[in-house]
């Protein structure tokens, strides 16, 4: 599996992004996907990940600002980013995984979300 994260940028407080996870070579079902992000000098932390069954899961941080989407015909996953916030600034990373044999966890590019006060 391959994943090509795309949609970061530089946006005000309060703004909105969204970002797309593209995922292609997929030999083997997803069974979940994830968005996980990591700021300057902390450790990658967990956002938001949905089940190829529609499950959502979100941190505390962005429960009710933060909306992840995945459509399962064309193996994308979005981010919907809302009333963002300064502490929101980081590298976000897309997450592929399967959890039934054969197992993977397979990792995308990071891109940059910047949102500044």
């Known amino acids: 599996v391959q994943l090509q994260a795309s949609g970061g940028g530089l946006v005000q407080a309060g703004g909105s992004l969204r970002l797309s996870c593209s995922a292609s070579?997929?030999?083997?079902?997803?069974?979940?996907m994830g968005w996980y992000r990591q700021a300057p000098g902390k450790q990658r932390e967990f956002i938001a990940s949905?089940?190829?069954?529609?499950?959502?899961n979100y941190a505390d941080s962005v429960e009710g600002r933060f909306t992840v989407s995945r459509d399962n015909r064309d193996n994308t996953m979005t981010l919907q980013m809302n009333s963002l916030k300064p502490e929101d600034t980081a590298t976000y990373y897309c997450?592929?995984?399967?959890?039934?044999?054969?197992?993977?966890?397979?990792w995308g590019q990071g891109t940059l979300v910047t949102v500044s006060s």
């Open positions: 949905v089940t190829n069954g529609g499950t959502t």
């Open positions: 070579r997929i030999r083997f079902t997803i069974s979940v």
């Open positions: 997450k592929a995984q399967r959890t039934v044999t054969p197992t993977y966890v397979t």
